[in-house]
């Protein structure tokens, strides 16, 4: 047994009980209609970009609440296919889209991307929900006494929608839907994974929003807010618990039917490694998984990015 096996060993049986409720199912059931009930008006304006290899489109549409969700969509133009596979980028606590450089290696290889802002983060995305309480620090707490205002209701159906968004350009095959992700937006992958059965495969670093209770717990990152907020309303602890259940992706992840390539790092005190593993020893559907034994959370960076490169290049050869 080598060093990671030996100091991982325990990790593949943490298995802590589910906290998912009676009424999960039809929870997100009937979210999900909501959600697709809102037209998604998708837009897409082509940018004067300076390569010209690539075709670049500054895109928008509604999400879960006709907020207007913005990202980039990027085609590898020079490569003059009818379709191409689809590879779709959340991406990180308090971050955006990025910019179109960040993934012309994904480009590069023959994979359309769309890469979407998180309302109300970093990005140039606002947030049109309504909230009935107020909040501590940031969103990760706004709206977590009541699972119908949740903020990561809302931004789970714009994720969801932005496979409604990719699967409507002509130059996407629908068949070939990747979801990519670090932190929150590995978090973001596990989610959508399992609430849409159209990806084939999820790439997901050091995922956030498992194991939500243990993260409150030990002020585990965004959701230490969740801690602060309970330090004012210690009467509404029960109510918090219960609706963070239903966003919770180990309650999650047994409905995740695509195949997960997933990466940890044993020093990250942000989304401790141990803490997704609640997640990842539910998933049922072919996995596999990297683990950066000496890394924080900034998890296996550029390494890992070769790693999802390979695996992709590996198991989906027919697509390059």
């Not at 937006?185 to 194991?211: E, H, I, K, Q, T």
Request: aromatic share 12%; hydrophobic share 40%.
């Amino acid at each position: 047994m080598g060093y990671i096996d030996d100091v991982t060993k325990d990790f593949y049986n943490y298995i802590p009980a589910l906290t998912r409720r009676d009424d999960f199912d039809e929870f997100w059931k009937k979210t999900i209609q909501q959600a697709k009930a809102i037209p998604l008006n998708a837009e897409k304006i082509l940018v004067d970009y300076p390569s010209t290899h690539v075709k670049v489109y500054d895109i928008s549409y509604n999400g879960m609440d006709e907020t207007r969700i913005s990202g980039w969509f990027i085609v590898p133009a020079f490569m003059k296919k009818d379709k191409y596979p689809c590879l779709i980028h959340y991406h990180g606590f308090s971050g955006s889209r990025g910019e179109p450089a960040d993934f012309m290696h994904w480009i590069t290889m023959g994979v359309a991307v769309l890469s979407v802002d998180c309302r109300d983060q970093g990005g140039k995305t606002g947030n049109s929900a309504a909230y009935t309480n107020g909040f501590v620090i940031n969103n990760a707490c706004r709206g977590v006494h009541d699972k119908d205002e949740y903020y990561f209701r809302a931004v789970y159906m714009d994720c969801v929608k932005a496979i409604d968004f990719a699967i409507g350009q002509e130059e996407v095959d629908a068949s070939k839907i990747v979801l990519e992700g670090t932190s929150q937006g590995g978090g973001l992958g596990m989610a959508v994974s399992a609430l849409d059965d159209r990806p084939v495969l999820a790439m997901v670093d050091v995922p956030s929003n498992s194991n939500l209770v243990s993260r409150i717990e030990g002020y585990h990152g965004a959701f230490s807010s969740v801690a602060e907020y309970l330090k004012m309303h210690p009467g509404e602890t029960d109510l918090v618990m219960e609706t963070l259940s239903y966003f919770d992706t180990m309650n999650m992840a047994d409905r995740i039917k695509c195949r997960v390539l997933a990466s940890v790092a044993l020093k990250d005190e942000v989304c401790p490694a141990q803490m997704y593993f609640a997640t990842y020893n539910r998933i049922y559907s072919e996995k596999q998984m990297v683990i950066y034994p000496f890394n924080g959370h900034e998890g296996g960076g550029s390494v890992q990015t070769e790693v999802k490169l390979a695996f992709l290049k590996k198991h989906f050869p027919d697509w390059f």
